[in-house]
């Protein structure tokens, strides 16, 4: 799944902007960006399949499986 990818890497970008932010002094403006950040990939970083939540720490690889439904997510 592309899709997921692309949430990943958004996320990522938004936290290292949320942490720019807060270290030129902008920490609410940084602590939006990472609240942000955490709820797109809570809400969006799902098996497309069963829709079930993948931990934030799922490493997506090709090859990688839903530990639910053990779909292939690419
Ligand atoms: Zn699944």
Do not use: W
């Not at 990939?41 to 829709?51: G, I, T, V, Y």
């Amino acid at each position: 799944m592309k899709q997921l990818k692309q949430i990943r890497i958004l996320c990522t970008i938004a936290v290292f902007i949320g942490i720019f932010l807060a270290a030129v002094g902008h920490i609410i403006a940084g602590l939006a960006m990472l609240a942000g950040a955490f709820i797109l990939e809570l809400n969006f970083f799902r098996c497309p399949l069963c829709k079930r939540r993948l931990d934030t720490r799922f490493r997506l690889h090709a090859g990688s499986r839903c530990p639910y439904c053990h779909m292939e997510i690419r």
